[in-house]
């Protein structure tokens, strides 16, 4: 009699009125169970019904044999119907647990030959990407001035012609103020315009505190330029500005040259050009000897043997008027570098788009 419709059924029903006909009906219901058991193959998804089969609460195997065998078993059988069925129960759950610990162990195994790495593979090279040229050119310059007591502001890419220009002593109407060709924001009641230089944030500075200022200004800035291979309408640029009660034009000379030692090493030397900026007097630019012929002459250099580096000077202390600083008892100095210049220059790099492209071929000659 096949198994189910066996312990759907009460013994009396089946005629089973002996203990040994009850130890059968045990065998055969065992037996069944070991053949099951050995047909179920390890995946789980199978296995769980077939624990279900057995040992569900309410339809399983096992308690339908409780509700008909052994509940409304004889007295005189009860016993060895009880007996009968602890001894099948114990080896149900022995046989199903060491199943379970067998289904688990393969699952590990699996996993772990899945997961077990072969060190004589190559390893999976994960591209971490480096650090944009700017940001490394960015991080050299400010390390520099941070090592000599300049303290890092940072300020707002939008302006106003204020902050831009008059109190810097570029007035309406002033020349400077053309080459410095600016972006204007429209449909502002005020007029605003995108930063030329990042001056803006010294004059914001010395606005809001007394002199003694010592600080660096990194940050993007913006030209109405034409891109070409040396000019973009959006530029790098890091200005600096020494203000105390006696700064002289030697702590300006000193801490260039300190600047362009510590920046493109011991050999280079440098030269100050006047020249001229609104906001310093008296104005230089900064040159050093270029750094591809040494300085006896190439290309790069036009046969000068001098790369110009970067512009600076004394305060105007007109600039003071424009922050209520005292020009007869203070004087600092100032400069102004283009960082995607210098970087170009220091790692020969020929024309400025390729900064800006994302080609990996270029930006991973910079790791
Ligand atoms: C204040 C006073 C003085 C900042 C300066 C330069 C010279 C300069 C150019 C370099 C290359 C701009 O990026 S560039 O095109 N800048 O040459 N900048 S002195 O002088 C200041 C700034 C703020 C209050």
Redesign the pocket.
């Known amino acids: 009699m096949a198994m189910p419709d066996l312990t759907a059924q009460k013994l009396s029903q089946l005629g089973i009125t002996s203990p040994e006909a009850v130890a059968g009906c045990f065998a055969q219901v065992q037996r069944a169970f070991d053949d099951q058991a050995a047909r179920h193959c390890l995946d789980s998804g199978d296995w769980r019904a077939f624990v279900i089969k057995w040992t569900g609460r309410k339809s399983g195997v096992l308690s339908q044999i409780t509700d008909n065998w052994l509940k409304p078993a004889s007295p005189e059988l009860k016993r060895v119907v009880g007996q009968e069925l602890n001894k099948l129960k114990t080896h149900v759950e022995s046989v199903l647990a060491e199943r379970e610990t067998a289904i688990k162990a393969a699952a590990e195994q699996s996993a772990a030959a899945r997961d077990k790495i072969d060190l004589s593979l190559p390893g999976i090279e994960r591209a971490i990407g480096t650090r944009h040229l700017i940001r490394q050119t960015f991080d050299e310059l400010q390390r520099i001035f941070l090592s000599i007591g300049f303290s890092v502001v940072e300020g707002p890419e939008i302006e106003t012609p204020y902050y831009n220009f008059e109190?810097?002593n570029i007035p309406e109407h002033h020349p400077a103020r053309d080459n410095m060709d600016t972006f204007y924001i429209e449909g502002t009641r005020a007029p605003y315009l995108l930063r030329t230089?990042t001056?803006p944030m010294?004059?914001r500075t010395?606005e809001k505190q007394p002199p003694p200022v010592r600080i660096i200004v990194p940050g993007k800035?913006y030209r109405r330029d034409n891109p070409d291979s040396t000019h973009g309408y959006m530029?790098h640029?890091i200005?600096?500005?020494a203000v105390d009660t006696d700064i002289t034009f030697c702590d300006f000379k000193g801490t260039v040259e300190y600047f362009v030692r510590e920046f493109l090493g011991p050999k280079v030397k440098t030269r100050l050009r006047p020249?001229f900026?609104p906001?310093?007097e008296p104005?230089a630019?900064v040159d050093a000897t270029c750094h591809v012929c040494g300085g006896t002459g190439c290309r790069v250099c036009k046969q000068s043997g001098w790369i110009e580096l970067?512009?600076?000077?004394m305060?105007?202390p007109a600039?003071y008027g424009f922050v209520n600083y005292d020009p007869e008892r203070l004087s600092g100095f100032?400069?102004?570098?283009?960082v995607d210049?210098l970087a170009m220059m220091k790692y020969g790099v020929p024309e400025v788009p390729l900064l800006f492209q994302n080609d990996v071929r270029f930006l991973r000659q910079f790791p």
């Open positions: 109190a810097l230089h001056s010294q004059i010395m800035v530029f640029q200005e600096g500005l020249s900026f906001f310093t104005s630019e970067f512009g600076a000077g305060v105007n600039v100032a400069f102004g570098m283009g210049r």
